[in-house]
């Protein structure tokens, strides 16, 4: 398979400068007629050349917004965007040297797609006669070469997808930008995308992506890291295994992936939970503090153990391959997922739960990117 040659190869391009990652310096975006409403609050945030970001979080939480300030599509009432170390803050989109796919493919209906595909070249005045070629390479690297002469309507979901992404690729970007652009497809076209994407990203290492996804799982398959946002604010950034086994906050902790969280009591060596001691690393959480213990839900094992918990089943879920157990203990309810159970509990009937005090994270109260 050919592989997109990088900007570095092309002195001339108007893309050349373009490589080198992304750069939020306190963007701040209030959109018009709608000034009550920050949509993006003073973001400061790096993703660096080649890396591929994740942004991760609930609707109306300014993941789209930040992607249209790189994109140009908004003007930040605050603070200056860098690609590379170009400040684009005041370029208008087809002088960014950017791609981007969203969520809905938006290809033009009355264009085929090689016609699609050139779309963005012709914006950037690319000499025609290099235009065949890139979109025959750009078709080839989505595995759409195939299909250049059909119409949108004449594909699949997936097929069409790809299609907006060989139309990104085309334009040779230094920065992809992709913005949910998985969610119209159904679960399983979804994960052979998300192979397809992480191939491309292999093939083309220097682009660097920005990715919108609601799905964590995503986002855990695909990114180098993640940013956490809420409330048009960044919450938090690491990387997936960070986030996941040393989540920083209560939101993070259960936003990325499933979680636990029990309030206890900070003692000295341990922490109580209800009449339950249960032994963590209690860090440097006062004593006598109040604070919330995270414990992911596949760490909990049925039985007695070195942290126990014993509760009335609530709730039992067959999954397939696991079972999800609701443990009612002390008035709060314990998630726990098992490996199929030959014979699974009854309702009402009282159980016990352990897990390891290494497998438990102790957060402490009212932390969050505030303060
Ligand atoms: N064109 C617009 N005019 C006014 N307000 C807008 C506009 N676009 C978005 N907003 C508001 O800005 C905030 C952030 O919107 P944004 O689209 O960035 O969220 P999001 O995180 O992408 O959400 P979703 O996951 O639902 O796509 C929301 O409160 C939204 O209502
Ligand atoms: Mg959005």
């Known amino acids: ?32 007629g709608n000034t009550d409403t920050i949509a993006l609050d003073s973001l400061d945030l790096t993703v660096e050349p080649g890396e591929v970001m994740a942004l991760l979080g609930p609707s109306g939480s300014g993941k789209t917004t930040a992607l249209r300030a790189v994109a140009g599509f908004v003007k930040p009432a605050a603070g200056r965007v860098f690609i590379g170390d170009r400040d684009v803050t005041g370029l208008p989109p087809h002088r960014r040297g950017i791609g981007m796919v969203v969520q809905q493919y938006a290809l033009f209906p009355h264009m085929r797609v090689e016609d699609n595909v050139a779309f ?19 078709l080839e690297l989505t595995g759409m070469a195939a299909y250049a002469k059909r119409y949108p309507r004449e594909l699949s979901g997936g097929q069409q997808q790809r299609v907006a992404i060989a139309r990104a690729l085309a334009i040779r970007p230094g920065v992809l930008l992709l913005d949910e652009p998985l969610s119209a ?28 996804t609601h799905d964590q799982v995503e986002a855990l398959t695909l990114a180098d890291r993640i940013a956490v946002m809420d409330n048009a604010r960044l919450q938090d950034v690491g990387t997936p295994q960070d986030l996941y086994r040393r989540p920083r906050t209560e939101f993070t902790a259960s936003f990325v992936g499933n979680a636990n969280l029990l309030p206890v009591k900070v003692g000295s060596a341990a922490v109580s ?15 006598g503090a109040t604070a919330t213990l995270c414990v992911r839900p596949h760490l909990v094992g049925l039985g007695d153990g070195p942290n126990s918990l014993t509760g009335e089943v609530a ?16 008035g709060h309810r314990v998630k726990a997922d098992l490996r199929e159970l030959r014979k699974p509990p009854a309702l009402g009937e009282r159980v ?8 438990a994270v102790l957060l402490a109260a009212g932390v969050n990117s505030d303060g």
């Open 1 to 32: 398979m050919r592989v997109i040659a990088g900007p570095a190869d092309r002195p001339t391009d108007r893309t050349s400068d373009t490589r080198g990652g992304i750069r939020f310096d306190r963007v701040t975006v209030a959109y018009r």
């Open 120 to 138: 963005g070249m012709r914006a950037q005045k690319v000499p025609k006669g290099e235009i065949p070629a890139r979109v025959a390479e750009a």
């Open 185 to 212: 497809l159904d679960a399983r076209l979804r994960s052979g995308m998300l192979a397809e994407l992480a191939r491309l990203h292999r093939e083309l290492p220097e682009v660097s992506i920005l990715y919108v």
């Open 273 to 287: 939970f209800g009449q339950a001691e249960l032994k963590v690393s209690t860090q440097d959480i006062a004593p």
């Open 315 to 330: 709730e039992v879920q067959w999954r397939g391959s696991t079972h999800r157990l609701y443990v009612d203990v002390d």
């Open 352 to 359: 016990t739960v352990h897990f390891a005090p290494e497998d």
